[in-house]
Each structure stands twice: as C-alpha cells, then as structure tokens.
C-alpha cells in the first residue's frame, strides 16, 4: 500500500437512527481511508452497519437517520477536500450520486423501472450527469451495454427489464452505475440474490471495469469467498465499529481479533466430514442500548475481564493491519488462533481439491 | 391480440348469459308469478271469472305460458273453413256448466279439449259465476274455457336472448301496405322538402323512418336495429327496458313539422318516431287530416334527456372531476407522506370512507343550498347550476377512493428498489416522481378508467333520490319493489354488459400502459 492517494476519509462516524421514539447507533465512530483504484471489502454478519455505512457516502441514508457526529472528506473533486456530511440539500447529492459515487444493489430483478425500456434507463442517468445530446449519449449507453457483455446492444437497446434474465439485469445495472465515470463504486451485495456461476461472471466484469474505470470499489458482503475473489483491503464490521481492518492475505492468513477468527471458523469448506459445522454462539448486542467494553465479548470464547469493563482501541499490527481487541496489548496473555483456521490456505486448497 | 380479444369478448358473453340465465330461474321458476300483479290497478278491478282470465292474458304477454282461450280456437277453425259462421255462433256458446252446454258447444268442446291436451296444454273449465239462485252472472263471471301451457324458463332464456336484436324489415307490417320497400331521400319531408336532410324511409317496416338526422344528441339516428331487453309490467307498463332508459323526458317541445298529408304545425309530435299501426288510419277520422298511411303512432318529442342520459351527464361530469381533484393531491399526499396535507387528506378519506353516503350526501345538500345552488333537478327549466350539487355528491367520495389508491400505489412504488437506484444515480426526486414512480402507480389505475366511466351509466341510487334527479339509478330498485321482472332481467342483462365491457376494455388498456403484459402468447 505504497503511496496511494486517499479517495474518501471517513473520520470518526456515528450514524444513528430514531426508531418509534428510541435511538439506535448503527455505526458507532468508524474511521476508515478509501484509496484511489482499490477495492475494498466491508464483511460482518446482517444487523453490523455494512450497509449503513456505505449509505452515508451516497446521501442514501433511510430518512431517521442521521449521522451524529464525524467526517466524511471525499476527494474526488477539485479543490478542497468536500465534507460530505455538510451536504443538506437534495440537489448537492444529486451532483454526487451517480456521477461520483455509485451504487449497485443486491437484487437486479428490482433494481431497473419495470416499465422503461433498458436503453432509456441507461441514457436518462447520462444525460443527466453529461452535458451531450441524446444521440450521442445512446452511442455512449450502446458502448457501455457491449462493454458488460451484453451481446448485440443494438438489438436489446430498447427491450424492457423483463425480457432480460437476472445475470444480464445485473450487467445493465452496473452499465448505469458506470455511466458515468464515477470515482467510487459501492457493491451492495451485488451478486448475492444471483446463482453462483453468474456470480463469479459479475464480479470478474466488476474487476475487469475496474482496470479500465479506475474506480475505488467498496464492496459489501457476507460471502468471504467473494471477499478472497475480490478486495485488496477487508474491514471487518461488528456492532457499528470496525473490529479488525487489512489486507485480505493479512485478514484470511493473520486474523487476529476473535470475531474475525470466528467468521473464518464458520466457513463451511473447512468443516471436517461427519463433525459439526461452526456457528458463533449467542446474537449480537442491541444497539439500542450503550454498550460497555467490548461489543464481542459475550459472545467471546477468549474474553477477558477487561473485555467485560473498557472498549479496546485499534491496535496496529503492521501498516496495514490495525484489530481492535485487547488480546493485541502486550500484558494479554499470548492466545492461539483456533486451530479450524490455522493453513487456512492448505485446507481450503483441499476442501476445493485444487 | 386479436385472437385473444375475441376469446375474452365471447366468455364474457357467455358469463352474461350465465347471470340472465340464473336471475331468470331465479325470478321466474321460483318466484310466486302472481307477484307481478301487485302494483297493477287494473288487476285489483278484475272480479271473479275474467280476472282468471285477465291473469292469463298478462302471463301470456310477458313470456310465462301459451294462452289458448276457446274462442280463439273457434275463429281459428273459421278462418281455415274448417266451420262456417253459424256452426262458430252456435259453438262459442258456452252455458253456465258443461253439462247444459248445447251439443255443437259440447262437441267443439271436446275436439278443443282433446286437442290442446295432447300437445300438453292445461285445459280449464271456469264455471259461470251467478248471483245468488238468479240465472244471472255477476260482473266478470261469464263461463270461460282455455287450455294453458308453461313455458320452460329455458326456452324463455333462448327467446329472450334471441330477441334482443330485431332488425326492421320491410315484411314486418301486416296486412295491406301497398308496395314494400326502402326509399332514400335527401330531403326529409318532415322538414317540408326543402332542408337537406337525408333520411330513409321504409314502407312495410315496422319503423316509418329507419335512418334521419335531427337537431338532438348525437344528430343522426336509426330505427333499423332495436334493442329489446324486455317488456316492463309495472314501472312503465308495456314499454321495453331499453325504450324506458332511453326515451327522453320532460315537457313537450313544439317545432315546426310538415305532416304527410302536407298540413304544416306546430307540434311536439316526433314523425320520425312513426310506427306502423293495422287500421288506425281508417278507425280513427281525427288522424285522416294528417297522415296518408297506417304509419300513425307516433311519440312525442321533449325537452329533457332521457334517464340514462341524466344519469350518464352527471356520471361522467362526476368522474372527470374526480379524476382531476383526486391524481393531484393523491400524488400531493404521497410526496408529502406523514406531513400536513398527508393527514389532513387521511382525514377527509376517512370521513367518506366512515360516515354513511346519505349523510354526507344530505350534508353537501344543506351546505350548496346556503350557497345558493338549486338543490333539486328542474327539467323544465334546466340550467346548468342544477348540476352542480349531484356531481360534488358523487365526485367527493370517488375523489377519496382514487387518493387512498393512488397514494398507495405511489408510496408502495417509492420504497421500490429501482426507485432507490435511480436516486444512487444521481435522478431528482421530481424526475424520479415523473419518470417512474408516476407511470408505475398509474397502471392499476388506468385500469379501473372504464369501470368508472362506464359506471357512470348505471346512475347512482342515492344521489338521484335525494336531488330528484330523472335518471336511470332507481329502475332497478323501482323495478324489484314493483315485482317488474322484464325490467329485473332487463337491467341486469344490461348491468352485466357494461361489466364485462369495462373490464375488457381496462385490460387492454392495461396492456398499453404496461409492457409486461401482453395478449400473445409467451415467446419472442
């Protein structure tokens, strides 16, 4: 991670949201740098705030929400760095979205108007964001239609949503999602509602625009075999907080917050013939309440009594590598990874019969 | 799409087959057939013997039986030559009972009988009805002989559905019309010859006039293909259905017409409306003066719309209005969700969903008539005010019915997730509202467009009550309080078309609006 230039600065971010008169905070002070042309894998199991997370960047945000305090310095304008949560008006976000920061959603069979052919749809997002005439901008929607593999652009140009499957609806989406060149490409599980060999064919076409896009890819799942596909960098959510933030070798070889440990346990490739398949015990906390120490410990086999009492800071273990548990202070007793995950590569590589 | 269509339009003639069919048996085979009788005078007037007969007479016109009285039989005998006149004398003498009768009346008596019986009829025998020990018959009480036959509701199914359309021609009039034929004329003579009007005439049809144009809605009208949805008992004694929603209503309106004798009036007679009437012509010296042919009887022209036309003009007045007050600020309350105008429009739907028609109806009244607005229909003297408190009345409730929809549709629109990627792709709301949100919430809508307008037809009951309105809503309750089941079957016959109708019409139109949906089969 030599020199890169940093795309999106999240600084200490705290989204909460007002349910039926109670407060929940969803993403309790996150800090997080997005760098130019990376990919960037965000994991964590459903209720972490991978979604709400990425919400934040896009102004997409459900409307009781709001973001309580911090930053989020976006970089991809001229100038200063732009403060995105200053942004109050409608019309700011909509220079933003879609132009800079794109989303594609998990399921194309609802993402794209029912009733609108697919080359509108495409040509509608780029006339919006470019200055250029309608021809022009189908000759641009005709491009893009070929770029993501769909064959003969010409002749599909103005069928409707129905009349393509769910793989070539992903394809569209992600042709409007790169209309426009945008800076950052937010993945929200975008191959999960998809049937696993259309998966691997998304995301190769996700990577492979990449090379000729440049764009920074956010990418949230829950699948790490996508996560090992694609990212360069994982964070790992838990609770509203980033547990444990690194390269992916660093994550899947050198684990070292027991949240992390026990998503890899979970794995189903690593489960022995005739044993148990692993679960995390327990549910976690509610986010409705103030959490106390640190948000894994009941659920933590390796917890500690300092775990029960003061949240952990983020402890570095490389450059790259920063976890947040006490397990990394040096007056913790020395802890194992469990022995499941140890030559993860090896058994994986077995489990695959590569 | 053709194919398709066809099939649809043939089903869902057959599915208004099916309910005329059910309410048929319903009111024919298991409803008391004496019903019909009770709101006629006339039947109340009849005593003893002749109403029995009288009975008959009316079950044989409005479809129940064959009726078959004994003299009838005789005159039929007489007109073949079977017998001659004095034998028919002799005969039709029926004496107080069977046994007095003379042997020529015993004898034709019995050939009538044994006639009649093996085709399955009824034969009765009313024995004279006298007063006290006197020889004398009381009023209605003269010994009558008929035979009787039930006619099957089935076949009554097939006469009524096969009688629906009749189309004029020129066989129709009986007896001696002098040369049958059609005529195209480009001067009309009503209007005195002159006045390019072209018209063409029938002689030997039942209708004089089988095409004309005219001053009235819509200009150009034909007698040649009728509808007949069946004879009212009741409601409007002796007149069809389709003739009674139709005709129009009011005071006379005199115009200047050209008789075909040449004599030229002032009149309210329609000459176009002209039908042919055996004989009256010779009978009847009044008319000499006027026409040259039997095509005597003629209605008269007034100044109101008909039922349906009353009914129709506020319909349709209603649903426009409500169309335009409704997709506004059903669209207003779905952007705004949860805010003032949301609530304030909640509230206004829940009062007409929760407070009774009549309530808010009698609620509009009171409130228009401070206002100063007429608060009951006036056709004699129509103006254009006297409309406004029945079409509010039927426009508020269908307004909140459209918003409650609409806003539906819309909010359940706005939480789709192409609405959510449109918005990642930079749109606006406002175009977003436009350009999908709009389109998409429109298509349950645009469905339900010919129901309403179609609707608009059948009038609507309380309404029309409560603004004495002349229109076409309280046939059908009129005609079930008054046992009128030509009109029952009639209406219902009619009901069921405008449905059927309006939900074929609703598909296709849903069809245009929405490319998912087409009428061929699967498969590009």
Redesign the interface.
């Known amino acids: 991670m030599e020199q890169k230039k940093v795309i999106l600065s999240v600084r200490d971010l705290h989204v909460k949201f007002c349910v039926r008169g109670r407060i929940l905070s969803a993403i309790r002070g996150i800090s997080l740098d997005l760098y130019r042309g990376e990919s960037i894998a965000i994991v964590g199991e459903s209720g972490s705030g991978k979604s709400v997370f990425t919400k934040t960047f896009a102004g997409m945000l459900e409307t009781n929400g709001y973001i309580d305090q911090g930053q989020l310095l976006f970089y991809g304008v001229e100038g200063t760095p732009l403060d995105l949560t200053a942004l109050r008006r409608a019309r700011d976000w909509n220079q933003i979205r879609g132009g800079k920061i794109a989303t594609v959603f998990q399921d194309p069979m609802t993402s794209l108007d029912p009733i609108i052919p697919i080359g509108r749809q495409i040509t509608s997002v780029i006339l919006k964001h470019q200055a250029c005439t309608k021809a022009e901008a189908r000759a641009r929607a005709l491009e893009l239609m070929a770029k993501v593999g769909i064959p003969e652009p010409q002749a599909r140009f103005d069928d409707y949503p129905f009349q393509y499957s769910g793989g070539m609806r992903q394809r569209i989406v992600i042709a409007i999602a790169l209309s426009c060149q945008p800076q950052i490409l937010i993945c929200d599980e975008p191959t999960t509602a998809l049937d696993v060999t259309i998966q691997a064919q998304i995301l190769k076409l996700i990577k492979d625009l990449q090379k000729e896009f440049g764009y920074t890819i956010v990418f949230i799942t829950h699948d790490l075999g996508v996560v090992a596909n694609i990212a360069d960098r994982v964070a790992v959510l838990y609770a509203g907080q980033i547990v444990e933030l690194g390269t992916v070798e660093e994550i899947f070889y050198d684990p070292r917050h027991p949240y992390t440990w026990a998503l890899l346990s979970s794995l189903p490739q690593l489960a022995q013939r005739n044993t148990k398949l692993y679960a995390i015990t327990g549910t976690p906390p509610s986010l409705y309440n103030r959490i106390v120490g640190d948000a894994f410990a009941p659920r933590n086999p390796q917890c500690m009594q300092i775990d029960t009492l003061k949240e952990p800071p983020m402890f570095r273990v490389t450059d790259t590598h920063y976890a947040k548990t006490w397990l990394l202070d040096p007056r913790a007793p020395k802890t194992e990874k469990p022995e499941l995950i140890r030559n993860i590569h090896e058994k994986l590589l077995k489990a695959f019969h590569i | 799409m053709t194919k398709y269509l066809v099939s649809r339009i043939l089903r869902g003639l057959l599915s208004v087959l099916i309910v005329v069919g059910i309410v048929m048996m319903m009111i024919y085979a298991f409803l008391d057939r004496r019903t019909i009788f009770a709101e006629d005078p006339v039947y109340s007037k009849q005593k003893s013997n002749a109403k029995q007969v009288y009975m008959m007479q009316q079950w044989e016109r409005y479809g129940y039986l064959d009726y078959v009285p004994y003299a009838d039989y005789l005159a039929q005998l007489l007109s073949r030559g079977e017998i001659d006149g004095q034998t028919y004398d002799a005969a039709v003498k029926l004496d107080r009972t069977p046994a007095a009768d003379s042997g020529t009346t015993k004898n034709y008596v019995n050939q009538f009988a044994q006639e009649y019986e093996e085709k399955g009829y009824t034969v009765v025998r009313l024995k004279g009805d006298t007063q006290g020990n006197s020889q004398k018959y009381k009023e209605g009480g003269e010994p009558r002989l008929y035979a009787h036959r039930d006619i099957p509701v089935l076949t009554r199914l097939w006469r009524y559905i096969t009688g629906i359309i009749t189309v004029d021609n020129i066989h129709n009039a009986q007896g001696d019309v002098g040369k049958r034929g059609l005529t195209f004329t480009l001067y009309d003579p009503v209007y005195g010859g002159e006045k390019f009007s072209p018209a063409i005439l029938g002689n030997g049809t039942t209708h004089k006039y089988l095409l004309y144009f005219d001053n009235r809605f819509p200009y150009i009208h034909q007698n040649l293909v009728k509808v007949n949805l069946g004879l009212s008992y009741s409601v409007n004694k002796g007149v069809d259905v389709a003739q009674t929603m139709t005709a129009s209503q009011g005071s006379f309106v005199r115009r200047q017409v050209t008789y075909p004798t040449g004599v030229v009036e002032q009149t309210a007679d329609d000459l176009h409306t002209a039908t042919y009437s055996p004989g009256s012509l010779q009978s009847n010296p009044l008319k000499q003066k006027y026409f040259v042919d039997d095509y005597t009887n003629v209605s008269t022209a007034k100044t109101g719309l008909s039922r349906l036309g009353y009914s129709f003009t506020i319909g349709i007045l209603a649903v426009v209005l409500a169309y335009l007050l409704a997709i506004p600020l059903g669209i207003a309350m779905a952007r705004h969700k949860d805010k003032g105008l949301d609530k304030l429009g909640t509230v206004y739907i829940v009062f007409i969903t929760a407070v009774p028609s009549l309530a808010y109806i009698f609620l509009f009244q009171s409130i228009g008539g401070r206002l100063g607005l007429p608060t009951a229909f006036d056709m004699e003297n129509p103006s254009w005010l006297m409309y406004i408190l029945p079409v509010i009345s039927l426009a508020l409730p269908a307004t909140a019915n459209l918003m409650k929809w609409l806003r539906r549709y819309m909010i359940d629109q706005m939480n789709?997730?192409?609405v959510?990627?449109?918005?990642?792709?930079?749109?606006?709301?406002g175009?977003i509202f436009r350009?999908?949100v709009l389109?998409?919430a429109g298509?349950p809508l645009v469905h339900g467009i010919p129901a309403s307008i179609l609707g608009a037809l059948t009038g609507a009951i309380i309404t029309e009550r409560v603004y004495v309105v002349p229109g076409a809503g309280n046939l059908l309750t009129n005609a079930i309080n008054a046992y009128d089941n030509g009109v029952i079957v009639g209406v219902t016959l009619f009901y069921a078309l405008l449905t059927v109708t309006s939900v074929i019409v609703g598909d296709v139109l849903m069809s245009l609006?929405?490319?998912?949906i087409t009428f061929t089969p699967k498969g590009?």
């Open positions: 789709g997730d192409y959510k990627f449109a918005r990642s792709g930079g749109l606006s709301e175009e350009k999908h389109r998409n298509i609006a929405d490319p998912r590009r």
